[in-house]
Structure formats: C-alpha cells, structure tokens
C-alpha cells in the first residue's frame, strides 16, 4: 500500500472503492455468518435438548423398572433423527445402563463426560454431546446422553461460505463498473484540467480553457483555473505591452545618448588637432628653445592631447562597434589571430613571450569587429604580463558543458581580485591605475559590446598574480 | 433402590456387587406401579394424605418392604404399608399384594374387591388369569410381569402405557 500515494487519481478512486466495498461486504458476511453459526448451534442444542426430554421421559419406566433392553428400545426411536450418531442411558453414578449406536459406528466413551444435576453441552471437534439427567417423581433416575454429528453445520458453513463468495464476486464485479463509471467522472475532468495545464506551461498559450463547468466542485475548480487563465493572460499582455513600451523608450534614449556621445567625442576631436597642432609649432619656435621649464610645460601639454586623442578614438570605436551594421560571413580566427600577433610585436622588444595558439575552429561573424576583440584582449594580455620572464600567453578553444565551443585568452600575468569582477566591463572602469598601467578603460567595455552583437557572453576567471582567463561564446 | 435395581442389570458393576433377592426387587416394583398407575380422582382425595399398601396372606417379603418403603412418598402422599387379615378392610388399600398363601382363596377375595378402585398384585401362578391386574413371575432369574388390563379398567385404574410395555404379557 506505500505505493498508494504514488497511483493515478483514477487508480485511487478505483482502490478506495473496491476496498470499502470489498471490506463492509466481508465485515458484514463475517459478522452473519458467526451470527447464523452461534444461532444454529443453539438450534442444534435446543433440537437435542428436546430429544433428550422426550427419551428421558419414554425410557423412566425402562429404568425404574429395570429394564435396560426396552431403554435400548426407546434410545433406537432416535435412528430416524438426522445427524444422531448415538445415545446413551447411565445410571446416577455414570454407568452405562443402555446403549444405542446405528450398525458400524465407532462405540463411545462415557470419559470426560462430567454427570451433574443440571443439563449441560459439549461441542467436540465433529460431535454435540448433550448430556439429560433423567428426572422421575422428583429423583434422578440417570442420565440421557445423546450424540449428534456437526456435519449439517459444516454443511450449512460450505454453503454459506459458496455463497459468501459468489456474493463477493458479483459485488466486486458490479464494484468494478460502478467505480470505472463514476471514478471516469471523477477523473476525467482533472485529467483534462492536467493536460490544459501542462499546455499552457510548455506552449505560454493563455488563450486555451478546460472545459467542463459543471455545478460540483470539480466545475468550480475548472471555472476558477479558467478565471485564473483569462487572468494571467491579461497581465501577461499588459506586460508585455509595458515592456515594448519601455524598451522602445530605453532605445530612443540610448541612441540619444549615443549619437550625443559620438558627436561629443567627434567634436572634440578637432579642437584637440587645433591645440595639438600650435602645442607643437609652439615647441619648434625659435624663442622658446632656451627656455627650458616652458619646453618642459609644452611637452606635457601635448602628451595630455595624444591621451586624451587616444580616448576619444576608443570612444568612437566603441559608439561604433554599437551602431554599425554587421557584415557577417565565415572566418578563420587563426589568421586574424597572426595577424593580430603581427601587429602588435613591434611594442613588445626587448620581452621573452611564449604564444601557445591553439587550432581555432572557423566562425560567423564580422571580420572587422573579431579583430577589434582579439586586439584588445591579446594587447591586454601582453600589457599585464609585462613583469612575466617568460609572459606565456595562450589562446585555444575547448567544448564547453551545453556543448557550444567557448574561446579563451589566457595570461600568466597581475591578475585581479575576483571581487571586482563585476566593474571588468564597464566604459572608464579600471582595477588598475594608469601609472602602473596604461590604458583607457573602454578596451573590454568595446568587446563586450562586440560579443554581444555576436548573441555571445564573455567572462573572466583570475586571481591577483595567477593570471587572468577571460572565456567566451558566440 | 433405584440404584440397586440398576447394579442388578450390571452385576459385574465392581463398585455394587449386589444380588438382590427376589421379593427385595419385587417390593420396589411395587412402589414403582404406584407412580405409574393412576387411581380415580375421588379416591386419592377420600384417601387423606396417605398412600396404602397392603399385604395380606403370609408376608414374604419379611422385612424389605419396611426396610425400602418407609418414609418414601406417592403422589405426595406419606406410603403407608398395612398387613392385613381381614376382607373388610381392603377398601382403605390403594394397592394389594396377594400372598401365594391365598392361592385357595383367591376367588373370594377378588370377588371382594371387584369394582374397588385397589391395584391387586400378587406372585401366584395364573393370577391375572384368575381375575388379578399385575402377576409376577422369575424370567431367567429376572422378576417380570404380566397385566390384566380389562381387570384394571373394570376397577378404574389406569395402567400407563411405559409400565405396559416393559410388562411380559398384556391382556385385555
């Protein structure tokens, strides 16, 4: 029965059913048969009292008398008793007086028979002995003892017992329509309420209702799953309506923004080349050229310009890498790899570098932007390795658990504390300062962007001077 | 005396070995004719609160008659045992054992008690012949009897039918 719990709705109702059933029907025919058993067994003895009375009374002058033959007699009249399997007279003291046996019985044995005043019944294992003390003119003259065989109550138990049975049977039988019946009632509309229920979950469709509304509980239920629904549907329609909305909102203002930031940095930029450029023909003026401090000044000033150059080319880049269209195609990563490594060995004289590139597979994607990303994670890499004798960097690919193939650059460098993991891409974040390492912190923020035009993700693993890792997927 | 009548029928009953003479058994079955015989109405309510059974002749039963009957009731009623002498006074006997010592005068005294509601007994040869109700006889050395039933109804006795049955002979 542990397994109950664990059975269908249908299954239950049918078990519950047939087990009432079965159970009340088998309490309620156990509880008539010991009844009609203890009832019949009175009968019996109330029978053989009779018979007993009536001996007692036929055979008290065969006693008295002394006449053991005519007792004989008298206890023969019982041969036409059914079930009467012998009858004894004794004397008070519990002497065998007369006896009488049909032809071929087993003779009886007056043991364990206790004579006393009053009549008293013995049930044995296939016999009644009834024990009748003889009673003349007040005095006890002997006693009748009469047996009868149990067969008709074994008889009477077979067939209540066949009876019993076919009752069951037929119950069980007709148990077993009426629960089928009424538990497809019971059943059938949950059932239908699971499989509505488990559409909507696999396919989102709110539009679908459970049918069956009737006037039970199981009508209510279905009105208010159908209520629910119809609920549910209109708040996820209002959602989405919200979220159109709000992103069609969020992308205005973004390209807003955007455009700002890009006209912003674009405007700059001539200015700058107006400041950079006198900066310099300051620096060539003949006056100046004693004037040691003011050179020193005009030097600074325009380190600051290309700086400050080199930040809004980052800026443009990485307002571009958001607003220009992709030109997708296939494209073998281990060639924009070398030429990448081309690139950018000339910075890097003087510095023991060990590349372990591994066989990339081919891709699809934008040749120009897959470039921008391996420039700036191979540049960093190279950067926060630069105190590494030899800076091992490796770039491979490997397949990952969901089976998609995740690249990775990986370095021996600085590393960083994976608390600030968070801050690695974001525009202008930096775990460093530019005094130890220079840089504009838009880097990582443009490939990000890259990745994610690519419906790829990218992260990062490392610990401070373990080197970092940074993963991604397209 | 039940019980004895009972261990003559089982004499290897090892815990009474008792053989009763012959009139000790017939004294009981004297008792037991009074329990089995039923007397007019009138007669047991004119015999007052007593039972009598009379002997008249030479007595051969000596003393087992007192010795087994005294202080036994009939009917409710005190048992009385009475030897008689005199015909005058068999009216007040309810039950009358004849002597084989009266075998010569027989005729006269039945002729005395005809229509007297008395229950006669004797152990006489041919005595229901002769005009008794119940005779005795030794079967095998068993005592038996024999009834005269027209004598008994002619007296208005009623013999019941569990006495005639174990009685060897039955006329009517």
């Excluded at chain 1, 009469?146 to 109550?153: K, P, T």
């Excluded at chain 1, 004798?389 to 370095?411: C, H, L, M, W, Y």
């Excluded at chain 2, 004719?33 to 002997?55: H, I, N, Q, R, Y």
């Amino acid at each position: 029965m542990s397994a109950f719990k664990d059975y269908s709705i249908r299954k239950k109702l049918m078990v519950m059913s047939l087990g009432a059933t079965t159970g009340a029907l088998v309490l309620a025919c156990g509880a008539f048969m010991v009844y009609d058993a203890i009832v019949y067994r009175a009968g019996l003895v109330s029978n053989l009292s009779t018979l007993g009375e009536i001996i007692s009374s036929n055979a008290a002058s065969s006693v008295v008398f002394n006449d053991p033959a005519s007792a004989a007699k008298t206890l023969a009249s019982l041969k036409a008793r059914l079930g009467i399997i012998g009858a004894d007279i004794y004397t008070p003291e519990g002497s065998l007086f007369a006896s009488w046996e049909p032809a071929g019985s087993v003779p009886f044995s007056s043991t364990g028979i206790v004579f006393t005043g009053s009549e008293t019944h013995r049930f044995s294992q296939d016999a009644l002995i009834l024990l009748h003390p003889m009673i003349f003119d007040k005095a006890l003259i002997g006693y009748v003892v009469i047996r009868s065989d149990l067969s008709s109550l074994k008889k009477r138990f077979k067939r209540y017992t066949g009876i019993t049975a076919g009752v069951l049977i037929v119950s069980f039988i007709v148990a077993v329509l009426i629960s089928l019946q009424v538990g497809r009632k019971i059943s059938a509309p949950i059932l239908h309420l699971v499989e509505v229920a488990q559409a909507i979950s696999e396919k989102k469709d709110y539009s679908v209702r459970a049918k069956g509304e009737g006037p039970d509980e199981l009508g209510v239920l279905i009105r208010t799953f159908n209520a629910m629904l119809t609920e549910i549907g209109r708040l996820n329609s209002e959602l989405e309506q919200k979220v159109v909305e709000r992103t069609a909102q969020l992308t205005a203002v973004n390209k807003e923004l955007e455009a700002f930031s890009y006209s912003v940095s674009h405007d700059l930029r001539a200015p700058l080349r107006h400041i950079g450029g006198f900066t310099d023909l300051l620096l060539k003026n003949v006056a100046l050229q004693e004037n040691a401090v003011a050179r020193r000044y005009l030097s600074m000033v325009i380190d600051s310009v290309r700086q400050m150059g080199a930040l809004i080319d980052d800026l443009l880049s990485f307002s571009r890498m958001g607003r220009s269209e992709l030109m997708k195609g296939r494209l073998d990563l281990n060639d924009i790899i070398q030429n990448v490594i081309a690139e950018l060995t000339p910075g890097t004289e003087g510095r023991a570098i060990e590349w372990k590139i591994g066989d990339l597979p081919e891709i699809h994607g934008d040749t120009a932007m897959m470039r921008v990303v391996f420039v700036n994670l191979l540049s960093n890499a190279l950067k926060y390795s630069r105190g590494r004798n030899p800076a091992v960097i490796e770039v491979g690919s490997e397949r990952g658990p969901d089976g998609k193939t995740v690249f990775f650059v990986r370095d021996n460098g600085v590393g960083f504390d994976m608390k600030y993991v968070d801050k690695l891409f974001g525009v202008f974040q930096r775990l460093h300062t530019v005094d130890e390492f220079e840089g504009t912190g838009i880097g990582l923020a443009t490939v990000r962007r890259i990745i994610q035009r690519h419906e790829g993700r990218i992260w990062a693993q490392a610990a401070v001077d373990q080197g970092a890792t940074f993963y991604f997927t397209f | 005396m039940l019980c004895l009548l009972a261990g003559i029928a089982y004499g290897s009953d090892p815990v009474q070995p008792l053989t009763l003479t012959e009139y000790e058994v017939q004294a009981a079955f004297l008792y037991n004719f009074a329990k089995f015989v039923e007397w007019p109405p009138e007669v047991l309510k004119s015999s007052g609160d007593t039972f009598t059974l009379c002997v008249t002749g030479a007595d051969p039963f000596g003393n087992d008659l007192d010795d087994e009957l005294s202080g036994k009731m009939v009917r409710d009623k005190k048992l009385a045992l009475k030897r008689i002498m005199q015909s005058k006074d068999i009216s007040t006997c309810q039950v009358l054992f004849v002597s084989a010592s009266e075998d010569n005068r027989l005729g006269a005294l039945l002729s005395k008690i005809n229509g007297l509601p008395v229950l006669t007994v004797s152990d006489m040869d041919r005595f229901i012949d002769r005009g008794g109700m119940i005779g005795f006889s030794m079967d095998d050395n068993r005592v038996r009897f024999s009834v005269n039933l027209a004598a008994a109804d002619k007296a208005g006795l009623k013999i019941s039918s569990q006495v005639l049955k174990l009685a060897k002979a039955v006329q009517s």
